[in-house]
């Protein structure tokens, strides 16, 4: 009996490390610090879904010294997130990628005035961006709008605008907005510019991989976005325990912030993630959004040709 025991505890063993040599390291870059932005991945790999398709998913985050295209560019990563329109300049300047998985199908992008009022009443006053990013929509609307703005660039924190260092803010709705929220600042409807709701909804966040990549992975990185969207499917029917696991990352990261505002920010993500046509979470890029993006970015100088909705998915 004791040597059966024995002969099947290291059958077990020879059959987990089996399980692991099979297992495909995937490199994710992130394009932010551990939050519940990306609470479905988090679960696919704590859930055993990346595992179960045959993948060792790592997670790595951008800095300001090492953006996610960099990372991708120098081979630091397989993959990186990206909004649409970043993706779209990247492939304009001559570098392919391929969307390999999409969660954002809506604008969260808004500009706060700090002083009540219609943002577009706000010529030339000082507008605080993003410093880690392009601020596509911004400069479109700049000068789409003749805006003038005096650009000030921040790096992720509201205390710029709370202290009256600038006229108006461009945030987005499931971070620096709900921060306000919880500072208890008074946010009336009239003093918000709403992008999704003023004819520029475009999609945001999806993972990508170089083309070439593509080409010589494609099994794997389907099973990659299968297992992803059944981590996303499970945070949006189990929110509190998804919030568990996302406060593991947090903690791990060092990241000050608090599970309120996590909650809040998943509900946000999760919202975002539905088609504004079906209400429901596709995970697919909307060829119409590609196409209005990428002429808004030709148009007002940003890239010199039309990147197609085949070219971004790799066909």
């Given at each position: 009996m004791r040597n059966h025991k024995i002969g099947f505890y290291l059958f077990s063993i020879l059959m987990f490390c089996s399980c692991m040599l099979k297992a495909e390291k995937f490199v994710l870059t992130m394009n932010?610090?551990?939050?519940?932005?990306?609470?479905?991945?988090?679960?696919a790999k704590e859930k055993g879904f990346y595992k179960e398709a045959g993948l060792d998913v790592e997670m790595h985050y951008h800095s300001l010294s090492a953006s996610v295209h960099y990372r991708m560019d120098t081979d630091e990563c397989d993959a990186g997130l990206f909004s649409l329109m970043a993706a779209?300049?990247?492939?304009?300047?001559?570098?392919?990628?391929?969307?390999?998985?999409?969660?954002?199908?809506?604008?969260?992008?808004?500009?706060?005035?700090?002083?009540?009022?219609?943002?577009?009443?706000q010529k030339r006053d000082r507008l605080a961006v993003y410093m880690s990013e392009p601020n596509y929509?911004?400069?479109?609307?700049?000068?789409?709008?003749?805006?003038?703005?005096?650009?000030?660039?921040?790096?992720?924190?509201?205390?710029?605008?709370?202290?009256?260092?600038v006229d108006a803010m461009t945030m987005v709705s499931y971070s620096e907005y709900l921060q306000l929220k919880q500072?208890?600042?008074?946010?009336?409807?009239?003093?918000?510019?709403r992008f999704k709701d003023n004819g520029y909804n475009i999609q945001e966040n999806?993972?990508?991989?170089?083309?070439?990549?593509?080409?010589?992975?494609?099994?794997q990185?389907?099973?990659?976005?299968?297992?992803?969207?059944?981590?996303?499917e499970w945070a949006a029917t189990h929110q509190e325990e998804a919030l568990d696991i996302v406060m593991k990352y947090v903690r791990d990261g060092?990241?000050?912030?608090?599970?309120?505002?996590?909650?809040?920010?998943?509900?946000?993500?999760?919202?975002?993630?539905?088609?504004?046509?079906?209400?429901k979470r596709e995970y697919r890029v909307r060829p119409d959004m590609v196409k209005k993006a990428s002429t808004l970015m030709r148009d007002f100088g940003m890239i010199d040709r039309d990147v197609t909705y085949n070219e971004l998915m790799g066909k």
């Open positions: 932010w610090t551990p939050q519940a932005e990306f609470a479905g991945y988090y679960v779209i300049d990247i492939i304009a300047s001559g570098k392919p990628l391929v969307n390999i998985f999409q969660t954002s199908m809506n604008s969260s992008y808004i500009i706060v005035s700090r002083w009540g009022k219609n943002p577009l009443t929509l911004s400069f479109i609307l700049d000068r789409k709008q003749k805006m003038d703005y005096e650009w000030v660039f921040y790096t992720g924190n509201i205390n710029v605008f709370l202290s009256g260092g500072a208890g600042f008074d946010m009336p409807e009239e003093s918000l510019f999806g993972v990508y991989v170089k083309r070439d990549y593509y080409i010589s992975h494609r099994d990185v389907k099973r990659f976005a299968e297992a992803s969207k059944r981590g996303w060092h990241v000050q912030t608090n599970r309120v505002i996590q909650r809040m920010m998943l509900e946000e993500i999760l919202r975002l993630q539905k088609d504004p046509n079906s209400g």
